[in-house]
């Protein structure tokens, strides 16, 4: 039997969104546990979490399988014989083989790391039940359409039950990481940090050069460099700046949420915060704030940042 073309691209569309659609799902899944349970670590890190991409994948490729596999189905009524071509058959055994091949090491990975005496926290836990849900769902189903023994009533459970895990898993991730809203205040005060800090270093050079700080944010202007031109990314206001001393100075904006907190042990016994949605810079710089205006205290350490040996211009 020769398959048309329409047919050919119907059936690798369907696929190729299926496979988007796994992928977004258990990658969104993947970030809410993640976040809500993190690993044990001894460094400091930033991890700002986003599940937008996985949303938006499944908001577009899941309807989009639906659809193609609506298309297939009404193709299959009308010629039975569609069900024996080859390229049906290999697209259905490799996903079969893939969905297969992640159940077996999924728990292989588990009897492993029980037997080796490894801790299997809750996060890891739930990654592995995530897994053994989604694939081993596309497996059985997979499994029944190979056989042709799938009735309309049987395969629209199989369409409710997908859309309401895919919905559950979308409610979950925004309850946990936060609505669409709050990502965008926190990418804000992502921002803000990012720009504090850039202000930070140009003070700090400042310093070395002139073995002051600047008594006002203009003062760091350059005509060969340009200014600082750094201003507030959501109200297109000025950064505040002020002089607390010789080596000392503030830099203070108003943020929109305060800074998302972790804990991780620190040398055994003390625990220190891990900032998602901030920024925890070098040497222990603390960037942590709450919500609206919050200021940075900064104090040169001199044996640190030694102010710059004074050249002699040449004429």
Known sequence: MKITAKD???QVGAIAAFYASAVALITLLFEVINFAYPKITNAYYYYSPSISLQVATLIVAFPLFLL????????????PSLR????????????????????TIDLITVI???????ELTKGFLLKVLVLLVVAGGI??????????????????????VAVLLILLSIGIGFSVIGSPAAQRAYRYDNQRVTDLQNLQWQVLNYWQQKSTVPTKLSDLDDSLKGGYAFTDPQTGQPYEYAKTGNLSFNLCTTFSRETRLGKR???????????????????????EHQAGRHCFERTIDPELYPPYPKTVPVR
């Open 68 to 79: 193609l596999s609506w298309l297939l189905q009404r193709s299959y009524a009308v010629d």
């Open 112 to 118: 492993y790391m029980f037997l080796d005496g490894q």
């Open 8 to 10: 050919f691209f119907i």
């Open 84 to 103: 024996e071509a080859g390229l049906r058959k290999w697209l259905s055994y490799i996903t079969l083989f893939v969905a297969g091949l992640v159940v």
């Open 139 to 160: 497996f059985l189903y997979y499994l029944r359409e190979i056989r042709n023994v799938i009735a309309s009533s049987e395969r629209n459970i199989w369409r409710v």
């Open 265 to 287: 042990p620190i040398d055994g016994s003390v625990t220190r915060p891990i900032m998602s949605g901030g920024y925890m810079g070098p040497e222990g710089e603390n960037w």
